[in-house]
């Protein structure tokens, strides 16, 4: 229990100070799992026993999956941006979808207007994360890094008061 505060309190010190890194190293990690994902068939696929499986083809799906992951490693300014955009058009079409619903709704019954908040925050912050996608992501890695230092804190005094 100490050792999961300690360790929630040191990554929410990293993501804070170094948010804007934290992006980069986050698509960094995600293409290593996807170089893993592609080796695995590929190392099967040349070790496996020739004589019981002759006829099995090369794993061209995990060659992409590796040339992939290699490009992620290689490239993570490039799809860290990409990420941030998708991001945004993503939240900008639900936040339109839910408030068109919303409207569409508004045609049976009465909405109130409470209802809009929510859509109409989550398009502001697409809107937000369009125009500026960096500020974006380290807004959420500084939050994210707050969240873990708070856990970190709680965490540790629940382990000091009923460590009985």
Not at 32 to 39: C, D, S
Not at 63 to 90: E, H, K, Q, R
Not at 93 to 121: E, M
Request: charged content about 5%; glycine content about 8%.
């Amino acid at each position: 229990m100490v050792l999961r505060s300690v360790f929630a309190f040191l990554f929410g010190t990293i993501l804070i100070l170094w948010s804007g890194e934290a992006i980069r190293f986050l698509v960094m990690i995600i293409g290593i799992f996807f170089i893993l994902l592609g080796l695995i068939p590929i190392i099967l696929y040349l070790t496996r026993n020739r004589q019981l499986f002759p006829h099995i083809s090369f794993p061209h799906f995990g060659l992409f999956i590796l040339m992939f992951g290699l490009s992620l490693v290689v490239y993570p300014d490039f799809f860290a941006n990409v990420l941030m955009y998708l991001l945004g058009i993503f939240l900008v079409i639900g936040g339109f979808q839910q408030i068109s619903t919303l409207f569409g709704a508004s045609k049976w019954t009465t909405v109130p207007a409470v209802f809009y908040l929510l859509p109409a925050l989550i398009l502001i912050a697409g809107i937000l994360v369009l125009f500026n996608p960096f500020g974006a992501a380290e807004s959420i890695f500084i939050l994210a890094g707050i969240t873990c230092l708070i856990y970190g804190i709680a965490d540790f005094v629940s382990w000091l008061k009923f460590r009985r």
